[in-house]
């Protein structure tokens, strides 16, 4: 299995890429009461979704902050969450904690696996296990239960939530046809994407409008009250969030970590201004960030990470309008 340290940077992909994602989770949400129960709970709106649908959404505490941010996946029987494995020890207990007042069981999935499928033939593979029309949909439903999720920019990707007979199959048939990768390369698309996926460290630090959720369909402001809802709403109407996520690239002869300190330099000194999300490296010493900054930052300022001696930062643009909280 090949790692994010054996490519030099994503343009070059190979044509066929499966990624097992070994570190990340499928929680299961399962009884009569689970949509009112995540309803309660999830930033998004998930009576808006039918079966096959999905979208990204946080849990926060009751003072707003994200314990963690998920994709949500609904199926007929249950509805998924799918995040890194370390945050599940930190926000499952807290999303129990109100299970038992709704009839609703709520565990690690044991039905189904979560694969990421990439490569500029990723395409090409779908139309023909399945159809063209799945390729172009944001997400579909197979016959076969599967659910594949086409994945934003930097590249061609997919997102699938297999059953596990399904899963094998699917290893069986890619084992000679693509390249595999661990999930460090998966994690590397998400930041070129600017789409920031809570670890244990960072729980319960940032508002989701710190996350960016807001300019990428991860909150609705209409559906009513659910925990941290207040918070969430105060800072779309009262302008009270003056920060946000962005993009930082430069190198480094160390990888950074979700957690630590993002520095800039102002007149010739270097002060605390944010903190990493998520990171990255590649072959080639390469670093991506994503890191919670001011909302003014000027992309013509010079940061480092506090802990990596000589981990010169530059701004990178996002690949989307950060909207209006």
Same mark, same amino acid.
Request: net charge negative; hydrophobic share 40%.
């Given at each position: 299995?090949?790692?994010?340290?054996?490519? +030099?940077? #994503?343009?070059?992909?190979? !044509?066929?890429?499966?990624?097992?994602?070994? %570190?990340?989770? &499928?929680? @299961?949400? /399962?009884?009569?009461?689970?949509?009112?129960?995540?309803?309660?709970?999830?930033?998004?709106?998930?009576?808006?979704?039918?079966?096959?649908?999905?979208?990204?959404?946080?849990?926060?505490?009751?003072?707003?902050?994200?314990?963690?941010?998920?994709?949500?996946?609904?199926?007929?029987?249950?509805?998924?969450?799918?995040?890194?494995?370390?945050?599940?020890?930190?926000?499952?207990?807290?999303?129990k904690k109100y299970?038992?007042?709704?009839?609703?069981?709520?565990?690690?999935?044991?039905?189904?696996?979560?694969?990421?499928?990439?490569?500029?033939?990723?395409? +090409?593979? #779908?139309?023909?296990?399945? !159809?063209?029309?799945?390729?172009?949909?944001? %997400?579909?439903? &197979?016959? @076969?239960? /599967?659910?594949?999720?086409?994945?934003?920019?930097?590249?061609?990707?997919?997102?699938?939530?297999?059953?596990?007979?399904?899963?094998?199959?699917?290893?069986?048939?890619?084992?000679?046809?693509?390249?595999?990768?661990?999930?460090?390369?998966?994690?590397?698309?998400?930041?070129?994407?600017?789409?920031?996926?809570?670890?244990?460290?960072?729980?319960?630090?940032?508002?989701p409008q710190m996350?960016?959720?807001?300019?990428?369909?991860?909150?609705?402001?209409?559906?009513?009250?659910?925990?941290?809802?207040?918070?969430?709403?105060?800072?779309?109407?009262?302008?009270?969030?003056?920060?946000?996520?962005?993009?930082l690239t430069g190198?480094?002869?160390?990888?950074?970590?979700?957690?630590?300190?993002?520095?800039?330099?102002?007149?010739?000194?270097?002060?605390?201004?944010?903190?990493?999300?998520?990171?990255?490296?590649?072959?080639?010493?390469?670093?991506?960030?994503?890191?919670?900054?001011?909302?003014?930052?000027?992309?013509?300022?010079?940061?480092?990470?506090?802990?990596?001696?000589?981990?010169?930062?530059?701004?990178?643009?996002?690949?989307?309008?950060?909207?209006?909280?």
């Open positions: 299995m090949r790692t994010l340290s054996q490519l +030099e940077n #994503i343009s070059k992909l190979p !044509d066929l890429v499966l990624c097992p994602l070994d %570190s990340w989770d &499928l929680i @299961s949400v /399962t009884g009569e009461d689970r949509i009112t129960f995540l309803q309660g709970q999830l930033t998004c709106d998930l009576e808006k979704l039918k079966t096959g649908q999905q979208t990204l959404a946080a849990h926060c505490n009751p003072q707003g902050k994200a314990w963690t941010v998920a994709r949500i996946i609904v199926l007929e029987d249950r509805v998924l969450l799918t995040q890194p494995s370390s945050v599940s020890e930190v926000q499952l207990p807290e999303l299970a038992a007042f709704s009839k609703v069981v709520i565990q690690k999935e044991t039905e189904y696996k979560v694969f990421g499928l990439a490569g500029p033939k990723s395409a +090409e593979y #779908i139309a023909e296990e399945a !159809d063209t029309a799945t390729t172009h949909e944001t %997400s579909s439903l &197979l016959d @076969s239960g /599967t659910v594949l999720i086409k994945q934003p920019y930097p590249s061609l990707r997919y997102l699938a939530i297999m059953k596990n007979a399904v899963a094998e199959d699917l290893l069986a048939d890619l084992k000679n046809k693509a390249e595999i990768f661990d999930d460090s390369l998966w994690n590397a698309m998400n930041i070129a994407a600017g789409v920031g996926f809570i670890e244990a460290k960072t729980s319960a630090q940032f508002i996350l960016n959720l807001q300019a990428l369909d991860g909150i609705s402001f209409t559906k009513g009250c659910y925990i941290g809802q207040e918070t969430v709403a105060r800072a779309k109407y009262r302008g009270a969030n003056k920060r946000a996520m962005f993009i190198r480094s002869n160390d990888c950074p970590k979700a957690g630590q300190t993002i520095e800039i330099l102002l007149n010739n000194n270097w002060k605390r201004v944010g903190a990493i999300v998520s990171a990255c490296q590649y072959g080639d010493g390469h670093i991506e960030v994503l890191a919670v900054l001011p909302k003014d930052t000027n992309p013509e300022d010079i940061f480092q990470v506090k802990e990596l001696e000589g981990s010169t930062l530059y701004y990178a643009p996002l690949p989307y309008q950060i909207a209006e909280d």
